[in-house]
């Protein structure tokens, strides 16, 4: 089974700040990867597909990147509205979720 | 529009059983694949089961491996998780997720809101 190992598992950042979100596969994965952000209360909602596709209508301020075993979810400038958590999401052999980060606004 | 409308959860004794549904409208609901997904309360997102649309197969989770059965009736549409044996550690939110290909495992691009199952004495 492929395992994803998210970091960091929380963060606070100021509205306006960049944010790094951190993914890595337990093995060589290509580039089947996928993010998915839920807010509070939510059902989780498509973020990037296939590690840098932004789904239609999500704000460019949001971007991936990556290959092989190590991947980066970026939010060049948070937004209040960013709140929630984030899950990796591997699709290389079946699918397996990271365990996610948990982002607040300081 | 694309909606997903899940259904069936509730209260459950262990060892007992419970059939999810979920119904998609909006689309061409043959033409893609759909897995079930599930959340403990306060944890993360653990894929359940897989179901192709038009022959894709099914693919299960180990821990529901031999429990659960996945299947769908394209023609209402609807998509099912029949839950047998259920245990505690199966409490959680179900979600039924569109995958944007049709017989192979690619990734959720529409997601229902959940239905909430609960395994207590």
């Known amino acids: 089974d492929i395992q994803m190992a998210q970091s960091p598992s929380s963060l606070s950042a100021s509205v306006g700040d960049r944010v790094t979100i951190t993914c890595q596969a337990s093995q060589d994965i290509r580039n089947y990867l996928n993010w998915y952000q839920q807010k509070p209360g939510k059902a989780p909602k498509s973020l990037i597909y296939d590690v840098s596709n932004l789904e239609t209508g999500v704000p460019s301020r949001f971007s991936g990147s990556g290959s092989g075993t190590d991947f980066t979810l970026t939010i060049t400038s948070l937004q209040p509205e960013d709140i929630g958590t984030y899950y990796c999401?591997?699709?290389?052999?079946?699918?397996?979720f990271g365990g996610g980060t948990k982002v607040e606004i300081k | 529009e694309v909606q997903l409308l899940e259904s069936g959860g509730g209260l459950v004794q262990p060892g007992g059983s419970l059939r999810l549904s979920c119904t998609g409208s909006g689309f061409t609901f043959s033409s893609h694949a759909m897995s079930w997904v599930r959340q403990p309360p306060g944890k993360g997102l653990d894929w359940v089961s897989f179901n192709g649309g038009g022959g894709g197969g099914t693919h299960y989770a180990d821990s529901v491996k031999g429990r659960f059965t996945i299947s769908r009736d394209n023609s209402k549409n609807t998509l099912f998780l029949q839950m047998n044996s259920l245990r505690v550690e199966d409490t959680a939110v179900y979600y039924c997720?569109?995958?944007?290909?049709?017989?192979?495992?690619?990734?959720?691009?529409?997601w229902g809101q959940g239905t909430l199952v609960i395994v207590s004495s």
């Open positions: 997720a569109r995958d944007r290909h049709p017989d192979s495992w690619t990734g959720f691009d529409y």
């Open positions: 999401q591997q699709y290389h052999n079946l699918l397996t």
